[in-house]
């Protein structure tokens, strides 16, 4: 019997309380992973897809359960800010939602996508964002992708986590009572989007924008009104601020926020010495301006003398 997937995935809901289960289950903490945290497993991570992963959930808060569905189709480029636009939960009418990844997650996105376009992969909108590892020799698999499991996502984060960091360890787990033993600090993926909220929250990105980025309801009658374009939550207006603000301190490594503080500056310095030339070029052409009244009334002077209408007066 052949399932039909897409139906059975279009009503996959909110799995926020997954790690809350595990959090129950391991005694852990209910708080974020640190910014020093989040880079210390970012560099110790050795698969660009685990980069992928970490970066995504850490800078759009996304749930880990919307990440092995992405497909090419889901994502949007603006370049304008060189980051892009998720769609999570595509084929959910209840539960899709928007969001966006900082200028440091896309470049790592289109590296690894360029990486599978050279390697003979046709990309399509229908494929994985992150898909399975293949064989460069094997054409037909390199053309065939398979996403993820969720299973599989959690181990990566956790195989990072306990083999290259000091931020989680392996639990025992104690057959009799059916339970692991001991805890850990924080929940394994659930953490990023505590860290996503309480950087944005910091930044001052206004909370109904962080509310609807994660992909929560808003409460009341606020979720019937407060409907806000996806320009919005990007941009925020004059009053309040929206993912923009957020995007320094939600990049992950200092190099990339340094990247982006000297471009900022680069640009301050263009517009500054376009100010300046444009006043140097307005004087310029207020002096020629002088000049070439005072050559008329020269002019106008010594044709005057000429026809007798006025007498030069003498030296003395």
């Not at 497909?71 to 939960?89: D, S």
């Not at 037909?140 to 931020?167: C, G, Q």
Request: charged share 30%; proline share 4%.
């Amino acid at each position: 019997y052949q399932f039909k997937w897409d139906l059975i995935t279009s009503y996959l809901g909110n799995d926020d309380t997954d790690d809350d289960e595990e959090l129950e289950r391991e005694g852990g903490e209910d708080r974020p992973y640190s910014k020093e945290e989040i880079k210390i497993m970012f560099n110790a991570a050795q698969d660009i897809r685990v980069k992928i992963v970490i970066s995504l959930l850490s800078s759009s808060g996304l749930r880990y359960g919307a990440i092995p569905n992405l497909k090419l189709k889901h994502l949007e480029k603006i370049e304008k800010y060189q980051l892009y636009q998720i769609t999570a939960y595509g084929k959910s009418k209840k539960y899709s939602y928007k969001t966006f990844c900082t200028p440091e997650c896309t470049a790592l996105i289109d590296s690894y996508l360029s990486y599978r376009k050279k390697q003979g992969e046709q990309l399509q909108d229908n494929s994985p964002l992150i898909r399975e590892q293949f064989s460069t020799i094997d054409k037909l698999k390199a053309n065939n992708p398979r996403h993820l499991t969720l299973i599989t996502f959690r181990y990566m984060i956790n195989d990072v986590l306990t083999k290259y960091s000091t931020l989680r360890k392996k639990l025992p787990f104690d057959y009799e009572n059916k339970r692991k033993e001991g805890k850990n600090p924080t929940m394994l993926t659930h953490a990023f989007r505590k860290s996503y909220n309480t950087e944005c929250a910091k930044a001052g990105v206004y909370p109904d924008f962080i509310e609807i980025m994660l992909g929560h309801k808003l409460p009341g009658v606020r979720s019937h009104y407060m409907k806000p374009d996806t320009k919005t939550l990007l941009e925020g207006t004059k009053e309040v601020k929206g993912y923009l603000a957020a995007i320094d301190s939600l990049t992950i490594n200092d190099e990339n926020r340094l990247s982006k503080q000297v471009q900022e500056l680069k640009e301050k310095n263009e517009d500054a010495e376009y100010v300046i030339k444009g006043k140097l070029q307005e004087k310029e052409e207020q002096i020629n301006q002088l000049i070439a009244k005072q050559a008329k009334f020269e002019q106008l002077i010594h044709s005057l003398i000429e026809s007798g209408q006025l007498k030069p007066q003498s030296p003395n």
